[in-house]
C-alpha cells in the first residue's frame, strides 16, 4: 500500500482494514490510497455491491454507518468522468473508510440501499443533481428541485449562475 | 392560485408612492369599476373599504405596532440571528414581538429570514396569503432581498419577486442591531398604517407567469 506522504505511520486499525479487504478481494481493486490519515479504496462497478456488504457486515470490520454516498464529475476524465464516492464509518472500531466508483457516461451503479437504508436519499439526490442512475433502487425520483426542473445542475457543465431549469423569473425582480 | 379576475385582484388598493406598479393601462382597466370612491382610494392611502376617521386609524396603528406579531419564518441561517434577536441580550419582548407565531392567522406579518428556494417559493407566497391583513413584511439579510451570493439555479433572487416588501435589512447575516434598526422602521410604517393592504395588489412577477 502506497502512503503519500513519507514516514507517516498508518494506525493500527486501518492496517487491519486494510489487510481484511486485501485478503478478500486483493486483485479486484482498482486502486487504494492512504493519505493524511484517510484510507481509501478505488472499486470498480462490478464489486461494489460485494465490498460494500462485507465492509458493513464482517465483524472485522463492521462498518455499520454509511455517513453519505457522493456523486462526482470529472470532465476532464474521459474514460470515467462520473463517479460515486461512500464514506463509511465504523463506530465501534473507531475506523473511517472510502470506496471510490468511477463510471463511465451513462453506465449504471446497482444500489446499495438494501446494505444502508440512508443510500436510499443519497442515491436520489446524485441521481438528480448528475444523471447517475442506480439499477435496483425502490424510488429514483428527484429530491430536492422543482417538478418542472430540467438538467442535471451539479454537473461542472451546468451553468454556474441564473435560474437555469428552474420557473422563478428573475427578469421581473424589483419590478414590484 | 387565486384567478386574477377574481374580485380581490379586480380593484388594488395601491397607496401613493407605488403608482409604477399600476401603468397606465392598469388604470384605464380599472376605469370601468363602478364606485367612484375606488377610484379615489387608488390614490389616496385609505383602508379600503372602510371610512374610518382618521385619529381611529391612528390609534390602531399605533396599538399595532406596540403589539406586532411576526410569523415563525426562518428559513436559513438569518434565522439564528432572528433568534439572537429575540433573546435576552436584544430582546424583541421589549417590543412586544417575542410571540411569533406558528401559525400564518395569527401572525401581522412575516420576517422572511433567509434564502428561499424555488421549491419552497410557492409555499411562502402561500403562506403569506394566509396572514390575514393587514400585513407587513420585512425581508432580513442579503438572501431575501436579492439572492446574495447564490445566483443559482434553485434560489429565488429576492423574495420581492413573489411578495411585496416592506423593510430590507441587509446583511449576511445582519447583527440584531441591524434587524432592530429594521423593525423600527416596519414599526413605523405599522404606526402609521401604511402600505397595510399591500397584499392585496397585483404582483407583477406572478401575474407574468399566470398566477
Redesign the interface.
Known amino acids: 500500500m502506497e502512503a503519500r506522504q513519507e514516514n507517516v505511520e498508518i494506525p493500527e486499525a486501518l492496517q487491519v482494514v486494510f489487510a481484511k479487504l486485501e485478503e478478500e478481494f486483493g486483485d479486484t481493486f482498482l486502486g487504494s490510497s492512504f493519505f493524511r490519515g484517510e484510507l481509501t479504496f478505488t472499486v470498480s462497478v462490478d464489486d461494489y455491491v460485494a465490498v460494500a456488504t462485507f465492509c458493513k457486515e464482517s465483524p472485522d470490520l463492521a462498518f455499520e454507518r454509511l455517513d453519505c454516498l457522493l456523486g462526482n464529475h470529472y470532465p476532464k476524465r474521459a474514460d470515467a468522468p462520473f463517479e460515486v464516492v461512500l464514506h463509511l464509518t465504523s463506530v465501534s472500531r473507531n475506523t473511517r473508510l472510502r470506496l471510490k466508483i468511477p463510471l463511465a457516461e451513462g453506465q449504471k451503479i446497482p444500489t446499495i440501499s438494501g446494505v444502508w437504508a440512508s443510500a436510499d436519499w443519497d442515491e436520489r439526490e446524485a441521481w438528480e443533481m448528475f444523471g447517475i442512475e442506480f439499477q435496483g433502487h425502490p424510488n429514483l425520483i428527484r429530491l ?3 417538478e418542472d ?1 430540467v ?1 442535471f ?1 451539479l454537473r461542472k457543465d ?13 427578469d ?5 | 392560485m387565486t384567478d386574477p379576475t377574481s374580485p380581490r385582484r379586480a380593484a388594488p388598493f395601491s397607496p401613493p408612492g407605488t403608482a409604477r ?1 399600476l401603468s397606465a393601462a392598469d388604470l384605464a382597466a380599472l376605469s370601468d369599476a363602478s364606485d367612484a370612491h375606488v377610484k379615489e382610494a387608488l390614490h389616496e392611502d385609505h383602508i379600503p373599504g372602510v371610512a374610518i376617521p382618521a385619529s381611529l386609524e391612528k390609534l390602531l396603528g399605533f396599538g399595532r405596532s406596540f403589539s406586532w406579531w411576526p410569523l415563525l419564518f426562518g428559513l436559513a441561517c438569518c434565522a439564528i440571528e432572528m433568534m439572537a434577536t429575540a433573546g435576552p441580550r436584544y430582546d424583541l419582548s421589549r417590543f412586544g414581538m417575542e410571540a411569533m407565531r406558528a401559525s400564518p392567522r395569527q401572525a401581522d406579518g412575516m420576517i422572511v429570514a433567509g434564502w428561499c428556494s ?2 419552497m ?1 410557492p409555499r411562502v407566497v402561500r403562506l403569506y396569503e394566509q396572514i390575514a391583513d393587514p400585513k407587513w413584511v420585512l425581508a432580513m439579510g442579503s438572501c431575501a432581498t ?2 446574495n451570493i447564490w ?8 423574495i ?3 411578495i ?2 416592506d423593510v430590507y435589512v441587509p446583511g449576511c447575516p445582519p447583527r440584531p442591531e441591524a434587524l432592530w434598526e429594521g423593525l423600527e422602521m416596519l414599526r413605523d410604517r405599522v404606526k402609521q398604517s401604511r402600505h397595510a393592504y399591500d397584499g392585496l ?1 397585483i ?3 406572478r401575474a ?2 399566470g398566477e
Open positions: 430536492l428541485t422543482t426542473f438538467g445542475p451546468f451553468p454556474v449562475r441564473g435560474t437555469v431549469g428552474g420557473r422563478i423569473r428573475t421581473l425582480k424589483g419590478k414590484i | 406598479l424555488t421549491k417559493a436579492s439572492g445566483n443559482t439555479y434553485n434560489v429565488v433572487q429576492g420581492d419577486a413573489l411585496p416588501v395588489r404582483i407583477p412577477a407574468a407567469i
